[in-house]
Every structure is written in C-alpha cells, then in structure tokens.
C-alpha cells in the first residue's frame, strides 16, 4: 500500500492491486480475508496531513509558551491531574497552537504523553517531574 501511495497527488485516484505475499498471505485472515487472496483497492487522495517529526506525538505550532507547567494547573494545586492535561493539550490543538500525530487516536496518544511525565506513576504530574523532550538530558549510546 505505501508503495502503491507514493508520489501520490491530492484529488489523483489510483487503483493498487496488491499480490498475497505483499498482503494477508496464505493463511489470509479468519472470516476476513481469504488465503491467497490478491488485493484490489481503489484509492483517491483527498487530503495531505502533515507529519510530526520522528519520536514526537505532539508538537508546538510556534514557541512552548512561557510557564507551562503553571498554565495546565488549573487549580494552582502544584498537581497536573490527567484531566487538567487532557483538556489543556485538547485546548492547544483546537486553538490551534499545537498539533498531535495524524492517524491516531488523540486520546491515546495524551494518555501516553501523560504517561510519560508522570515520572513516579502516582496518577498526578509535579513541576519537578514536568520537563519537555527538549529539555530532556541527551546521552550517548553505549
């Protein structure tokens, strides 16, 4: 399939016929697809969605703002619940200031990045374990 989309042109229509060793195989999939099945797709381009850059699930449109951590805090409780991340990242996205990685499921991906402030797994983000991946310390491979 990515073969077949490449150098693709938004509004062009394609037509990729995909062999069995390039798809499901012999086996196929139960109740899916059968084995050896060769694959026929018609395809059009609607839309081209930019990417993010590899390892990067969220990125900012512009500038990190200024006071991050103090911004998601709500409550001014020194705490980021998840629901006070959630609804700040979904906030810079819709406004606009942020974008999150097509394709994906946005809520996933804010769990995840969630996930991986929480630094000691206590369901609740503190300004010491906020840092953002560029402020993260770079070492070099073994």
């Known amino acids: 399939m990515e073969d077949g989309l490449m150098e693709m042109c938004v509004g062009e229509k394609r037509q990729l016929l995909i062999p069995p060793h390039l798809a499901y195989g012999e086996r196929g999939v139960t109740d899916q697809v059968p084995g050896s099945a060769v694959m026929l797709f018609d395809v059009e381009l609607i839309e081209i969605e930019e990417g993010l850059p590899e390892g990067y699930m969220f990125i900012w449109n512009d500038e990190v703002p200024p006071g991050l951590f103090a911004e998601m805090d709500k ?16 906030q810079q996205v819709n406004d606009g200031k942020g974008r999150l990685a097509p394709g994906f499921d946005a809520y996933r991906i804010i769990d995840n990045m969630f996930s991986n402030q929480d630094r000691n797994g206590d369901g609740k983000i503190t300004e010491e374990e906020f840092k953002l991946k560029a402020d993260e310390a770079s070492h070099d491979e073994l």
């Open 75 to 90: 409550d001014n409780n020194g705490e980021v619940e998840p629901s006070e991340f959630t609804n700040y990242i979904m």
